[in-house]
């Protein structure tokens, strides 16, 4: 094991050095995706599984915080996922719940909840409004929890917004119309105001998206890795890193 353990110190450390001056995304997005088949290899529960993945969320915003990435979004739990059976919805929101508090008790990322909290249980939704006011005037990684969050709803919401927006300044439909545009749009998103996700890793091996960050991604990069979530190590997100730096982005051309 020491042995292993060396080696795996020398190889991050190649990575590491491989990235530096190097280009790097200022937002990166994480589908963290795995828990379950983690747990399933295990031989233990679902929520064992959900707790494994959880821990690993504050090991990962520390790599960022080394590595000078501004802006990550975790995405933790969907839409659909919300209409999973009580008895794995109600301990995976309450391993969220536990999560969310302990990032925030850190005091050095800036929680911002992105999602339909409207669709989520009262206990759930205060836990994020609460963190994100307790962690308002924080300074390190602004880290986009997207809980209750799914692609179409956001665009849907992000319509709605505008509409109710113009409707309460007597806009028109036609003037609407006639002015409403991807940078209309884009303001009304649930990460407003933010750069886009310029990196999207999904872990364990699936390569879609799922509806993640469906209108900010459109000029991201994507890399599949491999590892269950709770596996995630800092060599992935080295690799992740290392891919994406060596690639020429092309913004859809």
């Known amino acids: 094991m020491a042995l292993r353990d060396l080696a795996y110190g020398v190889y991050e450390r190649h990575l590491t050095k491989s990235i530096q001056g190097g280009v790097r995304p200022r937002h990166v997005g ?3 995706d795995g828990n379950r088949r983690w747990a399933a290899d295990q031989g233990s529960s679902t929520a064992s599984g959900h707790r494994a993945g959880a821990a690993k969320i504050a090991e990962f915003l520390g790599w960022c915080d080394d590595l000078d990435i501004e802006v990550a979004t975790l995405w933790l739990l969907s839409t659909d996922n919300l209409a999973r059976p009580a008895n794995e919805l109600g301990p995976l ?31 759930t939704a205060r836990v994020l409004k609460d963190a994100a006011d307790s962690t308002a005037q924080c300074q390190g990684v602004l880290v986009n929890v997207a809980v209750g969050y799914g692609g179409r709803r956001e665009v849907v919401d992000a319509v709605r917004a505008l509409l109710q927006k113009h409707s309460a300044q007597g806009t028109s439909l036609d003037d609407l119309a006639a002015l409403v545009d991807v940078e209309h749009i884009a303001e009304h998103l649930y990460t407003s105001g933010q750069p886009d996700p310029e990196l999207v890793i999904r872990t364990s091996g699936e390569q879609r998206l799922s509806g993640f960050l469906l209108w900010q991604s459109a000029h991201s990069e994507f890399y599949f890795c491999e590892a269950y979530w709770p596996n995630f190590r800092r060599v992935d997100f080295l690799r992740a890193l290392r891919s994406y730096g060596a690639r020429q982005r092309r913004f859809g051309s």
């Open 93 to 123: 929101l309450k391993i969220i719940e536990d999560t969310v508090r302990e990032l925030a008790a850190v005091g050095r990322w800036r929680i911002n909840p992105v999602g339909a909290l409207d669709l989520l249980p009262d206990t």
């Open 30 to 32: 994480v589908i963290l």
